[in-house]
């Protein structure tokens, strides 16, 4: 039974990306093109994933140090 998760974060999605990426590299029954192509596009979704959540938690940061210029 797969367990039902909410995804509403980029870490989230890479963590899904990961589990998927690893159920497809243990799956011996795939031929290699089709697995080295799916591993290939969840991975770019993962990269993706960790650039958004960078971002926001770089601009997280910023709009911290500007709330405490603003109350100073």
């Known amino acids: 039974m797969i367990k ?3 995804i509403n974060k980029p870490s989230h999605i890479k963590a899904l990306m990961q589990e998927q990426i690893n159920i497809l ?3 011996d029954d795939l031929e290699p093109i089709a697995k080295a192509k799916a591993i290939a596009y969840l991975s ?3 990269l993706s994933a960790y650039k958004e959540g960078e ?3 770089r601009l ?3 709009e ?3 709330e405490g210029y603003k109350n100073e």
Do not use: H, Y
Request: proline share 0%; aromatic share 0%.
């Open 64 to 66: 911290q140090r500007l």
């Open 4 to 6: 039902d998760r909410r």
């Open 25 to 27: 590299r243990r799956d």
């Open 44 to 46: 770019s979704i993962s």
């Open 55 to 57: 971002t926001a938690r």
């Open 60 to 62: 997280d940061e910023i």
